[in-house]
């Protein structure tokens, strides 16, 4: 009878497995090592167990188990299903790989996370459960448990979402294994079981690039093609269901993000600063920072906004990097695809972890987001003084490195660093036409900002004035941004050409300010009357070391300019006419 059945099936109930059906018991859970070990009431044969009082056999296994992991305990074969897809997570704006790992191992049923999951991976699990179940498939009625390795590293993001989806469903065999264990996966899971894309997409491809996988994610509209990289979306996760390879669909060459962007403003619309464009165009050739003080209206906005226009063309590592850095923060890359640099504004009320990175997770900031373009910073004196001051690392070895719990963090920020400033609060010291309203004391702590370890990094210092209203009216035309990129282009190959000749130090010095002031200036090449000028302008001047270094340095980019192999005496009192009001 139902009773003597249910006495001589004791061992079956003990070891967690139901009579009648496949897997386990939903009320019994699996018993210690030990009781397995007493009762002794189970047999192996094959895939099934068989109880030694009433020889019925049941199968301890489910459809598909070719991976099942088998573990002997007392003669009873228990079945950890198990199951592992490559994925990745963002770290700083690099890509690193994990291994996303899911066992069946029964007990009661629910989703654990291991390898330090944030809270975003965490709350994955609810947007999986929708998924799979909007998409047909069974959730595995048992323990199931998720490892992300390597353990030691925090998880971040809502990439996790599809690889722990595919990795459930393989290991529960409800969609076949092919091709799973060559592909990168990454995606974001809606209620509904689409799949959605997510940040850092370049990160993503370079990483699979470099493991020689194919990245699958959610259909992108920055989807950005690289080469080497097999790159394909998924709309819906239902389509899994007939196996990776028919769900896979590859992005058409009319898909991707198309290099359009809205044409490069002109400096031919800025007219009355001739002397404020060539001084842009020196910063340019020579990678020089660049200060400019004037009153409100006289157009220092606009000759910044227009300097992206006259730099080189992105070479194809920086585009790459800048790629990265824009696609890890969700940033438009449209530009960046037209072949434009990138061009950074940030307010004065910015802080620290967002003008150098920082925050949790570890984000890039402005100075990386500038990285191969133009770091404009408007208003310098209202911005505090303490975030200023961390630009001075970034600006010397064009990276930065952020140290925090979760490890050390490099972000690239090599850019052209571009400030303007009023001369006083009102900003009307020195105008030919508005008197300053401003006394002595609050000139001289409004100047005082401007001063300091940073103002001596910024190599030029130019006074823009306003330009006449009669040069406006009548729209007289001045230099265009093609003709001083021409200046640019020019004064950069012929650096090149010249430091080619040079011998490998004597290139590092010129940009090395730890050395010795005579080590420095000979490596520019300066004749006997420029020689002479230097050091007349150091004594009325009273310059300092660094001062001396800018000096020469301003006077070389000229010389590079006009492609002279020597620094005359006219390119050294050109180059102190871009030294500005400023306390040596």
């Keep these: 009878g139902r009773g003597q059945d249910q006495t001589r099936c004791t061992g079956l109930q003990h070891a967690g497995l139901s009579r009648g059906g496949r897997g386990r018991s939903k009320a019994t859970p699996l018993p210690p090592h030990r009781k397995l070990l007493s009762h002794g009431a189970l047999s192996a044969q094959g895939d099934s167990l068989r109880c030694r009082g009433c020889h019925h056999s049941w199968r301890a296994y489910r459809r598909d188990r070719a991976s099942v992991q088998r573990v002997r305990l007392a003669g009873v074969v228990v079945a950890f299903e198990t199951f592992a897809v490559h994925a990745a997570c963002i770290r700083g704006v690099e890509a690193i790989h994990v291994t996303v790992e899911v066992s069946l191992a029964g007990g009661v049923p629910g989703i654990q996370m291991l390898g330090i999951p944030s809270m975003e991976v965490m709350e994955s699990r609810g947007r999986i459960r929708c998924a799979m179940r909007s998409a047909g498939f069974e959730i595995p009625r048992s323990g199931i448990t998720v490892n992300l390795a390597p353990g030691d590293i925090r998880k971040t993001g809502s990439g996790f979402d599809l690889p722990i989806a595919i990795a459930v469903l393989a290991a529960d065999g409800q969609i076949p294994r092919d091709n799973l264990d060559r592909c990168l996966i990454a995606g974001e899971l809606g209620l509904d079981g689409t799949v959605l894309p997510v940040k850092g997409e370049v990160a993503f491809q370079l990483l699979a690039r470099d493991m020689g996988l194919s990245f699958i994610a959610g259909r992108s509209d920055q989807h950005v093609p690289l080469a080497g990289v097999d790159c394909g979306f998924i709309d819906h996760l239902s389509q899994l269901a007939r196996g990776m390879g028919d769900a896979v669909r590859h992005y058409l060459d009319s898909e991707g993000v198309e290099a359009t962007f809205e044409p490069e403003l002109d400096y031919a619309d800025v007219l009355g600063q001739e002397v404020a464009k060539r001084g842009m165009a020196l910063a340019a050739a020579g990678e020089l920072g660049l200060l400019m003080i004037g009153s409100p209206g006289s157009g220092k906005t606009m000759l910044a906004r227009r300097m992206t226009g006259i730099l080189p063309e992105l070479s194809v590592e920086d585009q790459q990097e800048a790629l990265c850095i824009h696609s890890v923060l969700g940033e438009n890359i449209d530009g960046l695809l037209a072949g434009h640099r990138p061009f950074r504004s940030p307010h004065h009320s910015i802080s620290t972890a967002g003008l150098i990175g920082g925050g949790r997770p570890v984000h890039p900031g402005e100075i990386s987001l500038a990285h191969g373009g133009v770091l404009f910073l408007d208003e310098l004196a209202e911005f505090p003084t303490g975030v200023l001051q961390t630009l001075r690392q970034p600006i010397e070895r064009g990276y930065v490195r952020i140290v925090r719990v979760d490890g050390a963090f490099t972000f690239p920020s ?79 190959a012929f650096r090149a050409w010249r430091e080619s000749r040079m011998d490998d130090a004597d290139a590092e010095a010129e940009d090395d300010e730890t050395r010795s002031i005579d080590g420095v200036v000979s490596t520019f090449e300066l004749d006997d009357a420029a020689e002479k000028c230097v050091l007349g302008l150091s004594k009325r001047t009273h310059l300092t070391g660094r001062g001396i270094v800018r000096l020469v340095r301003i006077a070389r980019t000229i010389a590079d300019v006009a492609e002279s192999e020597q620094v ?17």
Excluded: W
């Design 414 to 492: 090599r850019f052209q660093l571009l400030a303007a400033s009023n001369p006083c609060p009102c900003g009307f010291l020195g105008d030919r036409e508005v008197p300053c309203r401003c006394s002595a004391a609050m000139v001289e702590r409004y100047r005082s900002k401007l001063r300091g370890p940073l103002a001596d990094r910024i190599d030029m210092m130019i006074d823009v004035t306003r330009p006449d209203p009669q040069v406006i009216i009548e729209g007289a035309e001045g230099m265009s941004s093609a003709e001083l990129r021409d200046y640019v282009v020019r004064g950069r």
């Design 568 to 584: 005359t005496q006219d390119h050294v009192l050109e180059a102190a006419m871009y030294q500005g009001r400023r306390d040596q």
